[in-house]
């Protein structure tokens, strides 16, 4: 059987060594669902448009689940050639059906057992903690297994297309922010730009002398608010978020993990002129349409911590319209990976007599449900695939038509090809693993909108904006922090302000707190 051991070193991104990239690739060995979930939604939907990758490679994950698939396939194709070659050498009279069924169960068991260890043993070798640096020597340093289905022009796109520093994310469901986990805190504000007072004499005879009674008070002489754009005011939070909280700051108070970076969010609908079910080929050359006019922009404000097993991310919008700022803040979070993935970190660094002794016995307890395991699940449509002319044809659904002579199946078909969940979301556990965890999830988002609150009031003050009205609101905004907002992961519950909400549940979802 092929050991799946021969590895390419990669010009990785700076998360390929991320403890997260090691646990998702650990992860494709230890689930099968998960598996070929990582296999669909970057190998079979490649027409997709990849997520962004926050905190994690997708390449290797992509690569080991590719690796895994292998040795499961190279499995069964060693029995089904045992299986015929027993057949045949009992049909010749060579072997009597006591000796061929023998020859079965024996290779029932040795091709379960060799595939158990070459997968021990690249857990062991491979996935076990690096250094965290590529090329290091020892334990994950980023490097994968190689695959012909791996090919450089897929490679070149997922690493293209995960990339959220500034470029374009291409969504293909309700949320635009996909790959950022679960939202966990949103509001939204809208304030007038008024000019600053001008400090003007009032006519009063002294000092903090009340007016008299039934005087009309002047209305005060305002400065003229300095314009300014979008562009101008992003560019200005980004720069001073960087430096307040990493770049310019003592080091015991920097957030390492830190990164501050603008996207734009659109979505990637292609019509498909006289064509059903189209072939990669096909797709290449088309133009993937912005629907509805759904773009938009917001500045990414992302934290991570845990060795990018925690990822907190705030999305920041604004807009000017009418004389009126409007101010988008959106706060989600990527929870800790699966704890089962974990499990890589428990194996033994050598596989030795007696743990291979246990492997043995183990496969012969477990040779009959694994004979089976990999033919559940089989559909018909997936074994359609296997069909000379069925392959790389993309299936596009279709909307529910209600026209009364069905007329939608004369109608041009759309394919959407923007991104719908991340091979790390996929991955995210239903529960925090620590107690700190969820408490550094509510103090990152915090600090971050803190600053940002700060931060635009100075960009207000150096416009000669009056900052009354976003006093107020700042404090509203501070004050209700709670009420609108979801800590709670599974079973960990946080209560904020008396407030108790759900992580990853409807409530973050739906309350929206315009202060």
Same mark, same amino acid.
């Given at each position: 059987m092929s050991t799946d051991t021969d590895t390419v070193t990669v010009t990785a991104p700076p998360n390929a060594a991320s403890d997260a990239t090691r646990l998702l690739c650990a992860g494709t060995? %230890?689930?099968?669902?998960y598996r070929a979930a990582v296999l669909r939604e970057l190998l079979t939907h490649r027409y997709r448009v990849v997520a962004p990758s926050y905190g994690y490679d997708a390449v290797p994950v992509l690569a080991h689940a590719l690796a895994a698939r292998r040795l499961q396939r190279v499995r069964l194709a060693v029995l089904a050639a045992g299986a015929v070659l027993t057949y045949l050498l009992m049909a010749i009279g060579f072997l009597n059906g006591f000796t061929a069924v023998l020859v079965l169960l024996w290779l029932l068991w040795a091709t379960a057992y060799f595939r158990r260890l070459v997968t021990l043993q690249l857990l062991v070798s491979r996935l076990r903690p690096g250094t965290g640096t590529p090329g290091a020597t020892s334990g994950f340093d980023g490097a994968y297994p190689e695959h012909p289905q791996l090919t450089p022009d897929l490679?070149?796109?997922i690493k293209r297309e995960q990339a959220s520093d500034g470029t374009l994310v291409r969504y293909g469901g309700y949320k635009p922010f996909v790959g950022a986990g679960e939202q966990v805190r949103r509001w939204a504000n809208a304030e007038l730009l008024i000019?600053?007072?001008l400090p003007v004499f009032d006519g009063r005879h002294g000092p903090g002398a009340p007016a008299a009674p039934g005087a009309n008070v002047p209305e005060p002489k305002r400065?003229?608010?300095i314009p300014f754009t979008v562009?101008?005011?992003?560019?200005?939070?980004a720069d001073r978020m960087a430096a307040r909280l990493r770049d310019q700051t003592r080091p015991e108070e920097r957030i390492d993990g830190l990164a501050v970076e603008e996207s734009t969010f659109t979505t990637a609908v292609t019509t498909l002129r006289g064509v059903t079910e189209p072939t990669l080929d096909q797709l290449d050359g088309r133009d993937r349409e912005d629907a509805y006019d759904a773009g938009r922009s917001y500045l990414c404000i992302r934290v991570g911590s845990w060795e990018q097993e925690l990822v907190t991310t705030a999305f920041v919008g604004f807009d000017l319209k009418g004389n009126t700022l409007h101010t988008e803040f959106y706060s989600y979070v990527l929870g800790p990976i699966k704890k089962s993935f974990r499990l890589v970190d428990r194996l033994p660094a050598a596989l030795d007599g007696g743990l291979l002794l246990k492997l043995a016995w183990h496969t012969l307890r477990g040779s009959s449900g694994s004979a089976v395991r990999p033919l559940r699940g089989k559909s018909g449509s997936q074994?359609?695939?296997l069909l000379p002319w069925r392959k790389n044809r993309i299936e596009v659904p279709q909307p529910a038509d209600s026209s009364e002579f069905g007329l939608g199946r004369y109608a041009d078909a759309m394919l959407n090809r923007g991104a719908v969940t991340s091979v790390r979301e996929m991955a995210t556990s239903a529960t925090f693993h620590h107690f700190f965890q969820e408490t550094d999830t509510i103090k990152y988002t915090q600090i971050v909108e803190r600053q940002l609150l700060q931060i635009v009031r100075d960009f207000l003050y150096e416009h000669n904006v009056d900052l009354t009205e976003h006093e107020a609101r700042q404090m509203n905004i501070l004050n209700n922090y709670g009420h609108n907002n979801s800590f709670v992961n599974?079973? !960990?519950n946080t209560t904020n302000s008396g407030t *108790? !909400? *759900? %992580?990853g549940g409807s409530a973050g979802a739906k309350g929206t707190g315009s202060a």
């Open positions: 060995y %230890f689930d099968p669902v490679v070149s796109k000019g600053a007072p400065k003229e608010v562009e101008e005011m992003t560019g200005y939070v074994l359609s695939e599974g079973n !960990n *108790q !909400n *759900q %992580f």
